[in-house]
């Protein structure tokens, strides 16, 4: 679970980084999008570090919700079948560290996994063209933002993502050994977490927020 996640953050975390060229004008977004898929060129062929990078992707999302699955079968049985306390420790004996994130990982991740392969649609193969196809990535970019039902969309699936990694990163950090306090609440590694989540949702919802409500790129 911790394996896959951590590669999957490590996407994000350079998705979001690499997006946010989007406020360098179009010219600089276009030619981001170009070099990303001659990177490595010659040794490896054209786009084939992204086909690489897809590929470790697709089984990285896999063994997550394989591992996901297998997780809460495994808590089930040995809870007895009545639900068990979760993230009960020594120092933290009754377990309720429960948060509005915990609740919603299982739908979080049934809304992510249905957001990337509209996402995909739209901004990759461009399937999925509100504004009209477009030839240049920030013309696909600025097309679909243009449109108010797709910022909602975006602006949803991006809140799910935000849940998804808070509560990701606060149940990696309790695996490293930081559930201190008995109550999710007072634990600083809580704070960090929503600090981490809210940096990375706020860093994806720019551009498109920029693009909508102030005409980013023209
Ligand atoms: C507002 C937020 C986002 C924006 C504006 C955005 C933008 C883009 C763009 C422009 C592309 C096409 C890149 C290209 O073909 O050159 C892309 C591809 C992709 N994005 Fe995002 N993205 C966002 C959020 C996310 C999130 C949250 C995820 C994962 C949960 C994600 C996963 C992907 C994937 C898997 C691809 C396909 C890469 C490929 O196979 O070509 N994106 N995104």
Known sequence: MA?????????????????????????????YAHHLRTIGEPILPHEGLLWIVRVVLLVAVLLHAYAAITLWRRNKKSAGYVGGKRYQTKQNRTGIQRSYASFTMRWGGVTIALFIVFHILNLTTN??????AAETPYGKLHNSFEHFWVLLAYVVAMLAVGFHLWHGFWSAFTTLGQNH?????????????????ALITIGFLAP???????????
């Open 127 to 132: 399937d999925i063209h509100p504004g009209g």
């Open 3 to 31: 394996v896959s996640g951590l590669i999957m953050v490590g996407y994000l975390v350079l998705h979001m980084y690499g997006n946010l060229k989007a406020f360098a004008g179009p010219d600089s977004f276009n030619e």
């Open 181 to 197: 306090s008995s109550t999710r609440r007072a634990s600083v590694w809580n704070s960090a977490a929503v600090g981490i989540a």
């Open 208 to 218: 498109p927020i920029g693009i909508y409500f102030f005409g980013l790129g023209g």
